[in-house]
């Protein structure tokens, strides 16, 4: 336990010591619609729910793309090669290891230079208005910004830019064994804001989750 301390404290330390480092305040701002999920809980995959008469990845990625120079979709290999006649732009999961990190870290090995504007394709009430604060609210000076999670304690590391700063110390966290990027943005330098819709944080991950939902709409 105390070498995982250690381990995580030399990370922040050592993103503390490149905050400063002068990221480019006017990089590019790709988009990256994370789809690369296994979807076990739900049972089908999330990203082709339809919720807005279209598939929500492709929904993703239309409110993505007036903030967004490109938006790229997130794949693991096998969606890859089963979806090798798409004609959207992909990245695709570089690592062995399962989770969000591998889609942000890949994104950054293809294109190290631009922030990413990174969203799960499990919030179906996403809408411009987080967007707009989340951009707008955006510090270039900090790895990345995000808001509190839909608890109000948390980032919500899959609503959020990263910046290019920050694939340096994703490395490095890795390296060490930290593989969530909830735990990455706390304990690094994170700009946190407050969501003006906390309801638009909200997952869906299973059926259960996905009835309560229609339901409710």
């Known amino acids: 336990m105390a070498n995982g301390i250690s381990s995580e ?9 490149l905050g ?25 995959d999330k990203s082709q729910l339809v919720y807005y008469k279209k598939p929500q990845r492709e929904h993703l990625t239309d409110l993505l ?3 967004c120079d490109t938006v790229y979709w997130s794949m693991n290999p096998e969606q890859a090669r089963n979806e090798s006649s798409t004609s959207r732009p992909i990245v695709i999961d570089t690592y062995d290891w399962p989770g969000p990190m591998n889609g942000i870290l ?3 090995q293809q294109h190290p230079e631009t ?15 987080s967007l707009d604060a989340l951009v707008k609210g955006r ?4 790895l990345a910004t995000a808001f509190y999670d839909s608890d109000g304690r948390f980032p919500e590391p899959l609503l ?8 340096l ?11 969530s990027p909830r735990k990455f943005l706390m304990m690094n330098d994170t700009h946190l804001l407050t969501a003006p819709d906390i309801r638009e944080l909200l997952n869906v991950n299973d059926p259960a989750a996905l009835a309560a939902l229609k339901q409710r709409s």
């Open 9 to 17: 404290r030399n990370v922040a330390i050592l993103s503390a010591s």
């Open 20 to 44: 400063d480092s002068g990221q480019d305040v006017r990089a590019t701002l790709n988009g990256l619609v994370l789809i690369g999920g296994r979807s076990t809980r739900m049972g089908q």
């Open 65 to 67: 793309r007036p903030y």
């Open 106 to 108: 890949s994104a950054f």
């Open 115 to 129: 922030a990413w504007l990174v969203v799960a394709c499990d919030m179906p009430l996403l809408s411009t208005r």
């Open 139 to 142: 510090n270039p000076a900090k």
């Open 160 to 167: 959020c830019i990263w910046e290019a700063s920050s694939k």
């Open 169 to 179: 110390i994703i490395e490095k966290a890795i390296a060490v064994g930290q593989w």
